[in-house]
């Protein structure tokens, strides 16, 4: 996990787009919630479950007060997973879907994305596989209702070569890989009011944004949540080895 140089990257790649300026806060909750002020999309890329930073009850109210107003949200990787109850609800209204432990699962795998749906966020985008901590099997909206899948793909049965457990297996997902239903990896919510969100489960490896189009489905996607016109040819972007290398978290 390098959310922070992942934050860094991606707001490098943004801050080349004429128009666009993409702030991180680093480390945790903005000490001064101002810098949500005049933002037009929120990005959490960060731990989740129980160290999510935004569960607490005062974190899930603005939040919910800026996608009101039309703030679009996403959540990537660890940051897709927040406790069951007011969190995932919230989740639901955000971002159209979330990881609930005892349901959804998080294996190192290959995904092999053979198709894509025809969406803004999907404009440059090309058919890939990549190797991830692919979480599947989220918990969505009721029918999926305002979630257009983005990234799906079958999930092999060795995926759920784990026992049960919070994070690992459970009857419900392992009736679905048994039926080889397609599971979504990458969504995108638009609410009746105009709301966007999206949720990404991958995003584990840091070296994986230097997949073109690893990285530019997610570029896409947080300039359409924040109601940007996304390009035909989508959000170009070049990651040199020293930019991928760039602010790396100590070990």
Partial sequence: HEFRAGCLLLAECLNKVPGIHATVVSNGWPTDVSVFNNAAAVLLYADGGDGHPAIKPERLKLLDELAK??????????????????????????????????????????????????????????PFAINDEWYYHMRFTPDLAGVTPILSAIAPDETLKRPDGPHSGNPWVRSSVAKHEPQHLMWVLEQPDGGRGFGFTGGHYHRNWNHPDFRKVVLNALVWIAKAEVPEGGIESTITPDLLKANLDPK
């Fill in 69 to 126: 107003k039309g703030v679009g949200i996403g959540a990537a990787h660890y940051g897709v997973e927040v406790p069951k109850g007011d969190p995932g609800l919230a989740m639901l209204r955000w971002t159209g879907g979330y990881f609930e432990t005892f349901w959804s699962v998080n294996p190192h795998w290959t995904a092999d994305f053979k198709s894509l749906p025809k969406h803004p966020v999907t404009r440059g985008v090309q």
